[in-house]
């Protein structure tokens, strides 16, 4: 583990010969930095790399390395400074408070999209049921139809001879219904859209179906009168 | 701290993801070329200090819009680089498209003021 005595990244030195070691100035800045709770790997090791490349800039200057190590210090800015800017997206050791809050902010970010991806399917699948009841309804005065000594009202055989169509209404909804899942869409967005279209069709097929149904019971209690 | 012709705190932090996101779909490239690049384009104007961007380059990580990697230069050193994601791409648009609509009704003023 790293306890900040020792630098993890190789910083350029300039090669003069004098009494300022640079190693050991920035192992000091690393002590002060995880001192004032700045964590490490992550962000100290990024800002050791950047507080190498500000070093190298000012040495390429013609700034000698205490100087430009002190520049680059005072550049990056205090510990406590920085941890403060962490601080405000939550980053840093005493930041628990900010970080649950986050996460459970994306959890329920991710729970609402996966019910809302769930109940997209549940919609789907009730469209694609009741869609199949009806055409086994019509299915089922397919043989009467056939077989029946008096004709079925022209709108009930009508209906019986376009029940194929009924099995093809849950395709496009379906297909919406998988573009859905798919797309990685906001949670905020408003998900009833999709239940109104859905039941609107709905209803509008079920009541056709459901009056092609009722008309040969109708006949059939008018005969029996 | 800020002279009359550098560009106000607020907006500087307001600013500060579009631009970094437009940079990084130019290429991937790391903090300090970063903070040397946003003030030799703003002609010094928007002075980025490391205290603010890393942090602002970290959220923007943690929320998908970009992603880094640890590449080894000369001497050993490493550095980290950061490049743009799909979701950092379509955040970019919506930025352009805001601030576009800020730009042209603060230019529509502008303009009206001179009639």
């Known amino acids: ?225 | 701290m800020y002279s009359r012709y550098m560009i106000s705190k607020e907006l500087v932090a307001a600013s500060s993801e579009p631009l970094i996101l437009s940079l990084l779909s130019q290429g991937e490239s790391y903090g300090y070329a970063i903070i040397q690049d946003i003030k030799a384009r703003s002609q010094d104007k928007i002075q980025w200090t490391d205290g603010m961007l890393y942090p602002v380059l970290h959220r923007m990580e943690r929320e998908g819009l970009i992603k880094s990697r640890w590449v080894k230069i000369e001497n050993g050193r490493k550095r980290k680089y950061y490049s743009l994601k799909q979701d950092g791409k379509k955040a970019l648009a919506k930025h352009h498209e805001q601030w576009s609509a800020v730009h042209a009704v603060l230019s529509g003023l502008r303009g009206e003021q001179y009639v």
């Open chain 1, 1 to 225: 583990m790293n306890n900040g005595r020792q630098s993890t990244l190789s910083c350029p030195v300039s090669g003069a010969n004098n009494m300022f070691d640079l190693e050991q100035a920035i192992s000091e800045w690393r002590r002060q930095m995880l001192a004032a709770g700045i964590k490490t790997p992550v962000p100290l090791e990024e800002l050791e790399s950047h507080l190498c490349d500000e070093i190298e800039q000012q040495i390429q200057s013609g700034t000698n390395e205490q100087h430009a190590f002190e520049a680059a210090v005072q550049q990056i800015g205090h510990g406590n400074m920085l941890k403060t800017e962490f601080r405000k997206v939550g980053e840093t050791k005493g930041d628990g408070l900010i970080n649950y809050h986050r996460i459970y902010s994306a959890m329920l970010a991710s729970k609402q999209k996966i019910m809302k991806k769930i109940t997209n399917i549940l919609v789907t699948l009730t469209f694609a049921f009741a869609c199949f009841s009806l055409w086994i309804m019509l299915t089922l005065l397919s043989p009467v139809a056939a077989h029946s000594l008096r004709a079925l009202p022209p709108f009930t055989t009508f209906l019986v001879g376009m029940r194929a169509g009924l099995l093809l209404l849950p395709i496009p909804v379906a297909g919406y219904c998988l573009y859905a899942v798919l797309r990685s869409q906001p949670a905020t967005q408003n998900g009833t859209t999709f239940l109104a279209w859905t039941m609107s069709a709905l209803f509008l097929v079920s009541f056709p179906v459901l009056l092609a149904i009722f008309l040969p019971c109708l006949q059939l209690m008018i005969q029996m009168k």
